[in-house]
């Protein structure tokens, strides 16, 4: 079998995270799984003009809630909330406040996407902050945290904190610590599958500590645990990935992602519970796509988020476990709070959207 291109990185964290798996799969089973939908929002894709962008953004205001309404309920009653990282490039206050709209009715999100190559540092921070500033101040979006916007991101390209060899796509050695002191909470970027910007530790939620002389200082970190401290500049909340072993003649990567051509399955549904990073007895799952694209929303509109949602209900169901559906903020949430020994179910109440 051909190996996959890149695995050279992740391959060995793999293989040492599926052998402890094994071997500790006496221990007590998982008690909660927490569900995020990061989405890769780009209503420009591909240079669309404004009218086109609106009208995929129309589509999702009119088709999110529905299916919202439609999924089977979590643990705690609560319809699934789907988080929107938008790019700062493409802003336009007709993409963001359908959006804000659907926030604000306890079904959706919004965090922040950027996309730059090279612009260099004081670039980079005077449009997150902007940014930032804006989707607070006009739409009511993200939360006040030592006097600013506290914000999610997703990096463009994957290329965080200049991790491409080429060099392209980012230009910041230092970004992990810019992001840090704009007010960034975590980091949702990976997994980046075959690109070599992938980070060596995989399927686990971490500190990372940047080394402003040197790229990619994502590549590995300290786990977080319970009872544990902060341990570095930021945290990084990655998406499952490994080998799929089902659904195609030939195995391939899973990276969790929901898109054309690669819909949920039961299969997937399992395989991302048995990859997905875990604190304790706790699994934090976090999926996504680029919903903005026609080809992709087509499906997901159609049954593939909420297959995606139902069959990860079902099989936590099948474990005997609790399942809860968050945003990527209250991901954060629930991760900060098992780190300091609570339990955060409880600040999980039924809400209907």
């Excluded at 959706?108 to 930032?132: M, P, Q, S, W, Y």
């Excluded at 796509?169 to 840090?180: A, F, T």
């Excluded at 910007?197 to 590995?220: E, F, M, V, W």
């Excluded at 570095?232 to 990655?238: A, E, F, S, V």
Aim: glycine letters at 8%.
């Amino acid at each position: 079998m051909k190996l996959i291109r890149n695995s050279q990185i992740w391959g060995p964290s793999y293989v040492r995270q599926r052998l402890r798996r094994m071997a500790q799969r006496d221990n007590p089973p998982l008690q909660r799984i927490w569900v995020t939908f990061a989405d890769h929002f780009e209503p420009r894709w591909l240079g669309a003009d404004w009218a086109t962008a609106r009208s995929r953004v129309a589509v999702w205001h009119v088709e999110w809630p529905e299916i919202a309404k439609r999924c089977k309920s979590d643990s705690g009653g609560n319809a699934p909330r789907y988080t929107f990282f938008f790019p700062q490039e493409e802003y336009d206050p007709r993409l963001v406040e359908p959006l804000a709209e659907m926030a604000r009715r306890g079904i959706a999100d919004v965090e922040v996407h950027l996309h730059h190559d090279g612009e260099g540092r004081l670039n980079f921070i005077e449009r997150i902050t902007e940014f930032c500033d804006v989707l607070y101040s006009r739409h009511g979006l993200l939360r006040l945290r030592g006097g600013k916007p506290a914000f999610g991101f997703i990096h463009g390209n994957w290329a965080l904190n200049n991790s491409r060899p080429d060099g392209r796509w980012c230009g910041l050695n230092d970004e992990i610590q810019i992001l840090r002191d704009l007010g960034c909470y975590a980091d949702f970027t990976m997994p980046s599958g075959d690109s070599p910007t992938q980070a060596r530790l995989i399927n686990t939620i971490y500190y990372c500590t940047d080394d402003p002389a040197r790229p990619k200082s994502y590549d590995q970190g300290i786990p977080v645990e319970p009872g544990g401290s902060v341990n570095g500049d930021l945290l990084m909340i990655p998406g499952p990935l490994g080998i799929r072993w089902k659904d195609r003649f030939l195995p391939r990567l899973e990276t969790g992602e929901v898109a054309a051509g690669n819909p949920a399955t039961p299969y997937r549904a399992k395989r991302w519970i048995d990859l997905a990073p875990r604190i304790g007895n706790d699994a934090f799952l976090k999926l996504y796509s680029h919903g903005a694209q026609e080809q992709n929303y087509t499906v997901l509109f159609r049954d593939g988020l909420e297959s995606a949602f139902n069959l990860l209900v079902d099989e936590a169901g099948r474990r005997g476990c609790a399942i809860y559906f968050v945003s990527a903020w209250q991901m954060y949430l629930a991760i900060d709070a098992i780190r300091r020994q609570f339990d955060p179910s409880r600040s999980f109440t039924r809400h209907k959207p």
